[in-house]
């Protein structure tokens, strides 16, 4: 029989820490004898940061993981990261579509298809991000806007094969607000998703995820991981997040 796929844990640190305090956290994480054991835990550390951080994680168990990625593979594009150089980096894994990308930098359901066609082109693995604003979720377009969120997303050849595919759901209104989703409004949003995706999708949850709510969200079967914001910038409440995963 296969072995149920572990839980994940991703701390995506945005434009937060410097290089120091990056290293002491990365060091702290890899240390960590419950990071890879039964959890699989990834970080997403700024790009300036990532060949150290992918120094002090070496050949161990943790993951890491870009921010985001340029559609195109080299070219004219100041400023810009793409797929290869991430890889180039020892990235395996990157976020596409986080929700600060499409509201604070214009970025629309085509630019994320190409993101992340780039991204499986480049031989990385894109974790999905999806979420409604409150406005949505008010007047019970949730589900309308993510479904078209995750549609628009699908590359026009299907994902590839049995490759991994990772999906987070981040409600925009609990992003950064402490106002963590409840458990049965991820499930059923979760469920969703797992209709529009071949089975072996794993669905994540992000938002306002903190040491006391981890181990309950991650009680919830349809939550295969989590993806932290903030309480990923403390060795302590990320390892305490990972802990409660852990135990759930
Ligand atoms: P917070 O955990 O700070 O709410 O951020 C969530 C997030 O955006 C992770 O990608």
Request: hydrophobic content about 40%.
């Given at each position: 029989m296969s072995q149920p796929a572990k839980p994940w844990v991703i701390g995506n640190?945005?434009?937060?820490?410097d290089r120091r305090a990056a290293e002491t956290l990365a060091k702290e994480v890899a240390d960590d004898?419950?990071?890879?054991?039964v959890i699989r835990v990834g970080l997403a550390p700024p790009f300036p940061y990532l060949e150290r951080v992918a120094e002090i994680l070496g050949h161990g168990p943790v993951t890491l993981l870009g921010q985001d990625l340029h559609s195109e593979p080299r070219g004219a594009y100041t400023g810009s990261v793409s797929g290869p150089m991430l890889r180039d980096m020892g990235v395996t894994h990157v976020l596409v579509g986080h929700s600060e990308r499409r509201r604070?930098?214009?970025?629309?359901d085509d630019m994320i298809r190409r993101k992340i066609t780039a991204a499986v082109k480049a031989g990385l693995t894109p974790v999905v991000c999806v979420g409604e604003d409150l406005a949505q979720r008010e007047s019970q377009r949730a589900m309308t806007t993510i479904t078209a969120q995750v549609e628009a997303a699908l590359p026009a050849d299907g994902w590839p094969g049995q490759g991994e595919i990772l999906v987070a759901y981040e409600p925009v209104w609990a992003i950064g607000t402490g106002h963590v989703a409840g458990r049965e409004q991820v499930a059923e949003i979760h469920a969703g998703i797992r209709r529009l995706l071949p089975g072996h999708a794993r669905i994540l949850y992000g938002g306002s995820v903190d040491p006391d709510n981890a181990a309950s969200l991650a009680r919830e079967e349809e939550i295969d991981g989590l993806l932290v914001g903030?309480?990923?910038?403390?060795a302590a409440s990320f390892l305490a997040i990972v802990r409660a995963t852990t135990q759930a």
């Open positions: 640190w945005k434009m937060n820490l004898p419950a990071c890879g054991a604070l930098h214009g970025e629309d903030s309480a990923s910038l403390s």
